[in-house]
């Protein structure tokens, strides 16, 4: 048995064992890795840090997708900016009144290894014809986009450090504003507010949207394998307000069967603990 350690904070460290490493590879952009494990299934790191693994992959992937569908059930044009591994547009593809997902992944050997190793998340992206995937750099994707071409952008990226770093910027939200439409919901990943490392980048984020968006706000969920534990999504719109807008009718109709969300969650999310109301004053 051999072991897996991710650093999550000054003297600590996080650990799996595994039983086999599965593929070892240095792309272009950073270094992948896909181990086997007996407590969490199969999962992948990048650039030694916990991507997404079988047991846990369902909460981020319901956080990210269902929170701004509840809020908005008429999105029909969706960008996915990152999110390799295939999960995010596995999950938004489950509501058929969209009518395109366009995912723009940086390192396509992502998509390709995740479509070998984790079929769990990868396996609808050849299988709906809905998504298209684009092979290139988000922000330079973003800049390029047509003014009011998305109704929803889920930006689900690595850490702001190695190629996510663009996706953390303020011109890359400015193009995210631009692109959206008078409808339009950013949703991204917003790091964590309870390591200091990752509590920087959490506000910097957090600094940057709200100067353009005129509703910004925060929900938290529970990832069991990202450090602490405790993470956050960012909920960014020109006009829907994630809570007063919730149309928890129109989406419990819709009947999707879901692991982690519910419309009680929906609301629970967006009440923050003291401590992390406290950094945003
Ligand atoms: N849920 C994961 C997490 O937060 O740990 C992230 C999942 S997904 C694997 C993140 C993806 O973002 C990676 O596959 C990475 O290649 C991609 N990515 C990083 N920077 C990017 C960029 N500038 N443009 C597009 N994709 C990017």
Not at 65 to 82: C, S
Not at 149 to 158: A, G, M
Not at 169 to 179: D, G, K, N, S
Request: net charge negative.
């Amino acid at each position: 048995m051999k072991t897996f350690t991710e650093r999550w904070a000054k003297g600590t460290h996080f650990s799996i064992d595994y039983e086999r490493h599965l593929h070892h590879e240095v792309t272009p952009f950073q270094t992948v890795d896909f181990y086997q494990s007996e407590t969490f299934g199969t999962f992948f790191t990048l650039d030694g840090l916990m991507m997404v693994n079988e047991k846990d992959e369902f909460i981020y992937h319901d956080m990210i997708t269902h929170v701004p569908m509840a809020v908005n059930p008429d999105i029909k044009k969706v960008l996915i900016i990152g999110g390799g591994d295939g999960g995010t547009a596995r999950e938004i593809s489950r509501y058929p009144s969209i009518e395109t997902i366009d995912m723009v992944e940086i390192d396509q050997r992502v998509v390709e290894l995740c479509q070998t190793y984790l079929p769990l998340t990868a396996s609808r992206l050849n299988q709906d014809p809905r998504i298209r995937l684009f092979f290139e750099d988000g922000l330079k994707f973003v800049e390029r986009a047509q003014a009011g071409t998305y109704d929803l952008i889920l930006v689900d990226s690595t850490d702001p450090i190695g190629p996510g770093e663009g996706l953390f910027t303020l011109a890359f939200y400015q193009h995210c504003y631009r692109a959206l439409g008078q409808n339009g919901i950013l949703i991204n990943q917003h790091e964590s507010p309870y390591f200091e490392d990752y509590r920087k980048e959490m506000l910097r984020a957090h600094d940057k949207i709200k100067r353009l968006f005129p509703i910004a706000s925060v929900y938290q969920f529970h990832q069991p394998t990202y450090p602490s534990g405790h993470w956050l999504f960012g909920f960014a719109s020109k006009k829907y307000h994630p809570l007063r807008d919730h149309q928890k009718e129109r989406w419990e109709a819709m009947g999707l069967k879901t692991k982690y969300y519910n419309s009680l969650i929906h609301q629970g999310a967006f009440y923050l603990p003291t401590y992390v109301n406290d950094l945003f004053q």
